[in-house]
């Protein structure tokens, strides 16, 4: 499966037990399909909504027991009957596509960390529920993971946000740094912009090493992929930091170089 663009969803990993396979590609074809529905294609924002209201009654219906025609539905609400799933990350994950499509700015931190915990926080908790692993601290520490990575993501993704009309850099950090908004459109990497950057990539940072320890406290298979998740999502901040912070004129990106990397950090943690 193309995961190209939903970045924070380890799809069929090799170090995926084969017998998850088809429960992620089932949970993983719901929330790449809803996104698309949000940010993809022609249709008016209006069209947009009612796209994602359908998906919402396929969800109340899988609740109650309902048959879905669709196939799609219908592989989800076997995964989520085999292995138990709730069904709130899913309605999360529809709450932050609609958020999507009509909010476009964010004052504050706090108002871009609840959009991060229906965006990116439900997909870690289902994985943990897959793998049988989701007591509170783990829940906890894979919030910040997923947080960050969406975080991170926001960094990487400036200039393509932009060309959408979107800023996911808050506008308080953006005038606390003397940045306008209209700065974004003339891809200036400034020194004022840098600092401003210094500063995102540091709570990113922060962010991730709050959670890290998860990936030391799973067992198995899924332990060593959570390692390579928090070890990517910080070579990628690092990146960030050895261009400058201009991410205007070039997307940090990871290359097969920065996996061996990678896999060396992830041995050390």
Request: net charge neutral; with cysteine.
């Amino acid at each position: 499966m193309p995961v190209d663009h939903y970045e924070n969803f380890p799809v069929a990993s090799i170090l995926m037990p084969k017998r998850l396979v088809p429960a992620v590609e089932a949970i993983y074809a719901f929330a790449r399909s809803a996104d698309d529905l949000a940010d993809e294609g022609d249709a008016t924002p209006a069209e947009r909504l009612a796209s994602l209201a359908a998906y919402k009654r396929a969800l109340d219906g899988i609740e109650v027991g309902e048959l879905q025609s669709d196939p799609m539905f219908a592989r989800l609400a076997r995964t989520i009957d085999h292995y138990k799933l709730p069904l709130q990350p899913f309605r999360d994950l529809l709450s932050a596509f609609r958020q999507d499509i009509v909010t476009t700015r964010y004052a504050g931190f706090e108002a871009l960390l609840d959009y991060c915990s229906r965006s990116a926080n439900p997909v870690g908790l289902l994985m943990l529920y897959l793998y049988g692993q989701a007591g509170a601290r783990n829940v906890r520490d894979s919030d910040a993971i997923c947080s960050a990575l969406q975080l991170i993501n926001f960094l990487q993704d400036v200039a393509i946000d932009r060309k959408k009309d979107r800023i996911y850099i808050p506008l308080d950090d953006l005038a606390a740094h003397g940045v306008a908004p209209a700065q974004l459109d003339q891809q200036l990497a400034d020194q004022r912009w840098r600092a401003l950057m210094a500063f995102e990539v540091a709570r990113a940072r922060a962010l991730m090493d709050s959670g890290a320890p998860l990936a030391k406290r799973l067992p198995g298979r899924i332990g060593w992929e959570l390692r390579l998740v928090v070890q990517g999502g910080l070579r990628i901040l690092d990146k960030i930091e050895h261009a400058g912070y201009d991410v205007f004129t070039r997307r940090p990106t990871l290359k097969p170089a920065d996996w061996a990397l990678m896999l060396w950090r992830a041995l050390r943690m």
